[in-house]
């Protein structure tokens, strides 16, 4: 369990987290940290509601289209042509929110309820039509990568999975880059991957119940990949990174016996200087939702609470907020 027996700045770093040294600056370590809570997020980790999960992009060649397609505004360049498809999609779009405000004076309440969420959607994509229909500003950081020739190969096997990872995460972060997008979720595996190591038949998930620990290993290189991936890109005086907030977290404390105390928690970069970075803190015991709140916090959102149940927490991390 990854609990250094120092706080602050200047812990120890646990043997299992040995690759994250490197961008320990960059870092904060949260531990301790208990949750409550029933469900299978197996599948993503985004959801519009309680019921609709949105579907996760595993496609490197289908985010490189989505981002870098027909439809991307290069910010740097010295001409802007406003994309006819786009225009034309925007005037349907049009019509249709208009029919929406019609239907929605001629139905019951729990129609009424979900038409809203589907005109809330539809207002998001509005503005996304408005957006690549306007002459960006210049970006210094934004340089789109080339075209992908093709998908990695589809699999279980480790070295397969960590590819498509670090093709995804170059990708996610020329998108931040350029403006393509300030809200993101990555997730590197379900919470009971089947992943599979060469020399070692067993999947992920039965690995973690069985496996001794080798503190010589390390365990979490591809989270520091994704870390290290943002410091690299250089954006005003400092890096992307120091303008951003990345919150990662762990499916249990000790994952042999599924345990949901001891949990441990990261945050990343310094959110344009609202967060100190570097530091380990001690939850002792206290739940996990406070990692995320802190977060919408730092973000600006002032809620005087958040979770559900015994979940809910009003107590942010002030000790990682500058």
């Known amino acids: 369990i990854m609990v250094p027996k120092k706080t602050g700045a200047g812990y120890e770093i646990p043997a299992q987290l040995a690759p994250v040294a490197r961008v320990r600056e960059h870092v904060n370590l949260i531990t301790n940290l208990t949750a409550s809570a029933t469900g299978d997020f197996r ?117 397969m999975v960590q590819t498509r990872h670090r093709l995804l995460t170059d990708l996610m972060v020329m998108a931040v880059a350029c403006d393509q997008t300030r809200v993101f979720n990555m997730a590197y595996s379900n919470a009971q991957a089947n992943t599979v190591k060469e020399g070692y038949e067993k999947p992920h998930h039965t690995t973690t119940h069985e496996e001794p620990i080798d503190e010589k290993l390390g365990y979490q290189p591809n989270h520091a990949y994704f870390v290290e991936a943002f410091s690299k890109v250089k954006e005003g005086g400092g890096t992307l990174l120091d303008n951003m907030l990345i919150y990662a977290n762990t499916d249990h404390g000790d994952a042999r016996v599924h345990a949901l105390d001891q949990l441990v928690s990261f945050t990343a970069g310094r959110a344009g200087g609202r967060v100190k970075t570097g530091l380990h803190v001690n939850a002792n015991g206290s739940g996990v939702t406070r990692v995320g709140y802190t977060a919408l916090r730092v973000m600006g959102l002032e809620l005087p609470a958040w979770g559900v149940k015994s979940n809910r927490t009003s107590s942010p991390f002030n000790e990682i907020v500058a």
């Open 43 to 159: 599948n993503t980790v985004s959801y519009e509601n309680a019921n609709s999960p949105n579907p996760p992009e595993i496609s490197p060649v289908e985010l490189y289209t989505r981002l870098y397609g027909a439809d991307f505004q290069d910010p740097n360049s010295p001409t802007f042509t406003p994309s006819a498809r786009v225009m034309a999609r925007r005037s349907v779009l049009s019509g249709v929110m208009g029919e929406i405000q019609s239907l929605q004076k001629s139905v019951g309440a729990s129609d009424r309820q979900r038409l809203d969420e589907y005109f809330t959607g539809l207002r998001h994509l509005e503005k996304q039509f408005d957006q690549q229909l306007t002459k960006p500003e210049p970006i210094a950081a934004c340089h789109a990568p080339p075209s992908l020739r093709g998908d990695p190969k589809m699999g279980v096997d480790v070295e």
